[in-house]
Structures are given as C-alpha cells and as structure tokens.
C-alpha cells in the first residue's frame, strides 16, 4: 500500500486497513459521506472535496500551525518571545492563505472581521502566551510537535480472520509533564467558545482513547521489557490534554456575570479496560467496512445531514435523485487527493 491507501485485499483475503481517528468518525457518521471522501476514483486515485472556503476549520488549521511552531521553539531550550509569537502567526497566516477570507462571501467575511484578521491572530497567539508559556516551559518536555505515526504500519491495532488493522494519527502535540513523570498527547480544539460543558465533551471520545493508546504502544516499542531501561521509563498516558481555544474574545460583561476563558485545558483521563473497549469498536467499525467495500453499498444516514458548522457538504446531492447526483458532484464539487494525517516524507 502506498501512503495515500487506507485499504488493500491480502493474499489470504483478508482486508488490511490504515485508519486514523478521521477515517473511522466519517465512516461512523454516514457510509455515503465516507464514499466520497475516502474512496478514491479509480481514474484518478482522487476523492471529492468542497469548493466552498470554512474559515473555522482554516482558524484551526492556523492555530494548529502556530502552536507547532510555538512548541518547537520550546524543544530548543527556548521560552519564544513576543517577536517570535508575531513571526509564528504571520508566518502561518501566509502559509495557510487567510486573507482569502477575507473577500469571500458575506457570511465568511463577517466570521474574518469578528476574528479581527491577522491583528486578532496576534493577540491571540499573545494572550494565549501570557496564560501558559511559563507554566509549561517550566514543567513540561516537548516530547515533539505534530508527530505523525502509524501510515509505516509501525502500530497494529488487532487482526481476526476478517480484517488487519492498524492505526494512525497526529496529535498536535506530546509532552512529559514532569511532575506527574507521564506521558501525554495533546490536541488543540478551536470553537466560537469554550463550551459551558467543555470538560464532559471528550470522554467518551474515540480521538482521546486513540491517542492514549498509540502514545502507550510507542512507549512500550521505545522501552520494551528492558528492566534497565524501565528504571527510567515514564509513566503510561492514562490521559491526554485537550486544549480548547475560542475564535472570539470572551465578553467583558457576560450576562451571567462570568468571564468565559479563551482557553481550557480539559483532561479525559481513561482506564486500561476503557482503552481496550476504544480498541474492540474499532475492529468492529473496520469489519463492517469491509462489509460497504465488497457489496459497493453506501448507506446514507439522515441524522447526520445537518452535522458539522453548515451541514454536511454533501447534503444538496444527497436531497437529488440518484440519476443527477454524479452531474451535480462534478458541477459543484472538486477533486481533491485522499485525506492522510500526515506525509510519510516528512519523516
């Protein structure tokens, strides 16, 4: 398999499977939206992809970049500066094309105004250095910044007679937090807010309980079962750290009298049976796509139609009749390459 596969028929037929947490929530949220996203035309090896720019999900790719870059700095020694917090954004503003939000539709451009441009990235970015770089320079190790794992088959999941899994993935972030001496992956999440039920939101979780999981396998794989070396081993996530960051500056004078945090970090904490009860549903998730791959039959499921920030992309083609629907992708859709968490060639 290439990297851009997530599939292939071994000799013995069995299905072997590349999945991330991406893969596997779009296939649990609707057969029909996974067709089109993942299943790749076999004239092109592309999928179908919207011409429409969300500027949400362009402010989190940003602050993703800009934190990467802040983090990194950190693993040189570094607590970065203001000066480096402006090169950080402005660099990743550029690198992700933010002004062309900037003219797009009313609706798009009035999230970029409320934002504040490249001048409410900024502050962002400070506010977000005033609240946690000592804190974290001090205390924790930066284990590493978007770290890809699992697209070199180097983190099985399980296999039966039916299916041979492995996992992948990306967290944002991994760090050792030195007082507690453990292990964690850490994801950034942008909202509009902080939600007011932020710390239930990611437990159950299937991207917290994946990332738990891969961060345990790579352990063992670095230390295995030297007794010299588990002396000085660290402790096994049994948590991760969800950083949750809100797009628009809190209200000065909420209604409710409290100020609502920009940012919240959140700790889903899981237990080893947890973990392996993430990893069974997986396996199970993977049979049954399997099971869409050999029949061709990719059920819709209505619930899922109004999801995401304006309902799902593929909603309008959904809502036509079958014999138009394949005109329609072409008319209003793209051509796009096959999500994959990250480009093996970084490595």
């Known amino acids: 398999m290439n990297d851009k596969q997530f599939y292939e028929i071994l000799p013995d037929g069995r299905y072997r499977f590349r999945v991330d947490h991406h893969t596997i929530n779009d296939y649990n949220t609707c057969d029909r939206y996974f067709s089109l996203r993942h299943i790749t035309d076999p004239a092109d090896g592309m999928v179908w992809g919207s011409k429409t720019l969300n500027i949400k999900i ?11 870059s802040f983090y990194n700095e950190m693993t040189f020694g ?3 500066t203001d000066h480096h917090i402006y090169k950080f954004v402005t660099d990743a503003w550029s690198e992700h094309k933010m002004e062309d939000y900037a003219s797009a539709d009313d609706k798009t451009r009035e999230v ?4 504040g441009g490249l001048d409410g990235g900024r502050l962002m970015a400070l506010e977000y250095y005033e609240a946690f770089a000592k804190q974290h320079y001090s205390s924790w190790q930066i284990i590493g910044a978007e770290l ?20 992948g993935g990306k967290p944002d972030l991994v760090i050792l937090d030195r007082a507690q001496n453990m292990i ?23 991207q917290t309980a994946g990332y738990i999981y891969a961060v345990n396998k790579m352990l063992d794989m670095m230390y295995g079962h030297n007794l010299t070396d588990a002396a000085t081993r660290p402790l ?4 991760c750290i969800i950083m949750i960051c809100a797009r628009f500056r809190p209200t000065d004078k909420p209604r409710s009298g409290v100020r609502s945090p920009r940012f919240l970090p959140v700790y889903p904490q899981y237990s080893a049976d947890e973990i392996e009860e993430w990893r069974q549903s997986v396996m199970e998730k993977c049979r049954r796509l399997r099971d869409s791959i050999e029949r061709g039959v990719w059920t819709p499921r209505e619930s899922a139609c109004h999801l995401y920030y304006n309902g799902c992309v593929f909603r309008r083609v959904c809502s036509q009749p079958a014999n138009i629907r394949q005109a329609l992708l072409k008319s209003d859709f793209v051509k796009v390459e096959p999500w994959s968490p990250y480009n093996t060639e970084e490595d």
């Open 112 to 115: 970029f105004d409320k934002f």
């Open 236 to 239: 096994s996530p049994t948590k």
């Open 78 to 80: 570094t607590l970065p």
């Open 148 to 167: 890809g794992f699992g697209w070199k088959d180097e983190l099985p999941l399980g296999e039966d007679d039916k299916v041979v899994v492995y996992y």
């Open 184 to 206: 964690m992956p850490l994801d950034f999440k942008t909202k509009d807010s902080v939600p007011g039920n932020a710390t239930l939101m990611y437990k159950p979780h299937p």
């Open 58 to 68: 362009a402010l989190g790719s940003w602050w993703s970049s800009v934190m990467e």
